[in-house]
């Protein structure tokens, strides 16, 4: 099993039969990075995944995150918490990629996720793609690849070493389990906005 980094020993890896490698599977609130070839996992319904990775040192790791919001849509006009959980996630993602060798200037990013499966409230996802974009936008980082939007949750495997990533778009009938559980982790991430001890798929 390759070995973590520094601060990611307490991301869980297994071997995937399917890819022929080891994967670290990631929850919300938490990311990983690492120089090693192996994959990076996670199942994303309104949440997003940006993978990012030097193309040239091969370092490079994925983060998932949800922007707090709530069902009270007057408390939805404000993002300032937002802000502050959207940049602690892109933030430490790319700091730490840097400080394992990475460089600014070769930075690939993807988006992956932001999908319409809470169906009685505001489009949380589409929120959460708008920040993004956004936030790398103003950093100067071009987004190489996206899937995101829809209505459909998604399993993500990605893997720094190369940039590929695969995604599964999983059935609809999924949503209301995956739903249920993105409200209780929007509820605690509004009580703990850079938290993330929540295990949510």
């Known amino acids: 099993m390759p070995a973590s980094l520094p601060g990611f020993e307490h991301i869980r890896k297994s071997w995937n039969?399917?890819?022929?490698?080891?994967?670290?599977?990631i929850l919300p609130g938490e990311y990983?990075?690492?120089?090693?070839?192996?994959?990076?996992y996670t199942t994303l319904g309104s949440c997003i995944s940006a993978c990012v990775r030097d193309k040239?040192?091969?370092?490079?790791?994925?983060?998932?995150?949800?922007?707090?919001?709530t069902?009270?849509?007057?408390k939805l006009g404000g993002l300032s918490a937002a802000t502050r959980y959207g940049n602690f996630a892109m933030e430490h993602l790319i700091n730490d990629i840097l400080k394992n060798g990475g460089k600014r200037e070769n930075l690939e990013v993807k988006l992956f996720g932001g999908g319409r499966i809470l169906q009685n409230m505001t489009d949380v996802g589409m929120?959460?793609?708008?920040?993004?974009?956004?936030?790398?936008?103003?950093?100067?980082?071009?987004?190489?690849?996206?899937?995101v939007g829809d209505v459909f949750p998604r399993m993500v495997v990605y893997f720094p070493a190369t940039g590929r990533v695969r995604v599964k778009r999983l059935r609809s009938l999924h949503n209301n389990t995956i739903a249920d559980e993105e409200i209780r982790y929007l509820r605690n991430v509004e009580g703990k906005?850079?938290?993330?001890e929540v295990e949510l798929f």
Do not use: K, Q, W
């Open 56 to 69: 040239a040192c091969r370092v490079g790791g994925m983060n998932h995150f949800m922007l707090p919001a």
């Open 71 to 74: 069902a009270d849509t007057d």
């Open 193 to 196: 906005p850079v938290g993330g």
């Open 32 to 40: 990983y990075v690492t120089r090693s070839d192996e994959g990076i």
């Open 17 to 25: 039969a399917t890819y022929s490698a080891y994967a670290a599977r």
């Open 127 to 147: 929120r959460n793609i708008s920040f993004a974009r956004e936030y790398l936008e103003t950093e100067g980082i071009e987004v190489a690849a996206e899937d």
